[in-house]
């Protein structure tokens, strides 16, 4: 995949493209503030931007709210993984509105392990989510619920939150130590509640996963 990086840190923006280059991926354009960003992904149109919060030039939420753009603009919303060290719901919110998918939230402290990281990144390249139970539980607090969402039983709601984080249904199997046929059985009972009709599953993940949090616009 192509990938654009906006990072200020210099230390970290050269490590994230050695990372990801090591992986097999290009990184198309590795900047330092967020004008360039939005200059570089109009540019190169990468499969996703791994965006800093925290960038000049005004050294606060800069970040975020080009990634919000990019978001928003015309066409198809441009995949983007925020990195911050906080929770902003009212950006996150923004960011995660629709039901198109290809959009991530992590936290930078909560990144351990480098695997899944790559993962997440290539995850909301492919038109998944990656968000971090912090981002998934601060929107909860903040946002109204949608209709079908109070049917939901409490496992299906911890199913949600794992598919909020983009697990598979085998690893969500094996985070809640049940089958991979319970957790298929909970996911179809999702669907249905949510009023989900098929569409192709991927896409189902993801609108059950907005709608839950109650960003989207359905």
């Known amino acids: 995949m ?3 990086i906006a990072e200020d840190s210099t230390l970290l923006r050269e ?3 050695r990372l990801l280059t090591d992986r097999g991926h290009e990184v198309v354009a590795a900047v330092g503030d967020a004008p360039a960003l939005l200059d570089a992904v109009a540019h190169h149109r990468p499969d996703v931007a791994v965006v800093d919060v925290r960038m000049p ?7 975020l709210r080009a990634a919000v753009e990019l978001r928003s603009g015309d066409g198809d919303p441009q995949p983007v993984l925020v990195l911050s060290q906080y929770v902003e719901e009212r950006y996150a919110t923004e960011l995660l509105a629709g039901d198109t998918g290809g959009f991530g939230y992590l936290l930078k402290d909560r990144v351990a392990d480098v695997s899944e990281f790559v993962a997440a990144i290539e995850r909301v390249a492919a038109g998944g989510t990656a968000l ?5 539980s601060q929107i909860l607090a903040r946002n109204r619920r949608r209709p079908g969402v109070d049917e939901l039983t409490d496992r299906e709601r911890e199913v949600l939150a794992a598919m909020a984080e983009g697990l598979t249904n ?3 199997a094996d985070r809640l130590v049940v089958s991979l046929g319970a957790v298929e059985k909970h996911v179809a009972n999702i669907f249905t509640k949510l009023g989900l009709a098929p569409d192709g599953d ?3 993940r993801v609108r059950a996963v907005v709608t839950w ?3 989207g616009d359905s």
């Open 57 to 63: 030039p005004g050294n606060t939420d800069d970040g």
């Open 132 to 136: 971090d139970p912090e981002v998934v």
């Open 202 to 204: 991927s896409h189902r």
């Open 213 to 215: 949090l109650g960003v």
């Open 15 to 17: 490590g994230l493209t």
């Open 170 to 172: 085998p690893a969500i």
């Open 2 to 4: 192509e990938v654009v």
